[in-house]
């Protein structure tokens, strides 16, 4: 069930703090799920030393609740989303784009989630030889 939420619910709440510490960071410009927000704390910075000194994090299901949780811990980050990519674009060089037709799993500034979700036209119409000059307007919902 979809929240009031600014943002997405995670795609399966069920599964919130299963998923793999590591994953891609950033990048791909769409998104297809939200699967959990993350809060990564920080002992050096004052976070309760919960891992011999590692760096850790909490997972949430809806980014308020991560807001919190990072809001009322010590040594915590602002809250990441972990999202599921099932295609996405790769930009090997500065405006060198393509399209990427495999699953990943990458965390994200929440904010990034503002851009619409990947719909099945947003990578063919960004690919588009007639895709206006400035691509990223596609991403932002500004153009088709």
């Not at 699967?35 to 980014?63: H, I, N």
């Not at 090997?92 to 990947?118: A, C, D, N």
């Amino acid at each position: 069930m979809e929240s009031l939420s600014r943002y997405p619910t995670a795609l399966d709440p069920s599964l919130v703090g299963s998923y793999p510490a590591s994953a891609k960071a950033g990048g791909g410009y769409v998104w297809d799920a939200v699967l959990e927000y993350r809060v990564w704390c920080y002992p050096r910075a004052g976070a309760a030393d919960e891992f011999d000194g590692a760096d850790y994090y909490s997972a949430f299901a809806t980014y308020e609740e991560a807001e919190e949780f990072s809001a009322s811990t010590a040594g915590a980050q602002k809250p990441l989303a972990l999202v599921l990519q099932e295609e996405y674009i790769a930009e090997e060089e500065p405006g060198q784009y393509v399209h990427v037709k495999e699953r990943r799993v990458t965390e994200w500034p929440v904010e990034f989630l503002s851009r619409p979700r990947r719909t099945p036209s947003t990578i063919p119409n960004f690919m588009s030889p007639s895709a206006p000059e400035n691509k990223l307007d596609i991403l932002r919902g500004l153009a088709k």
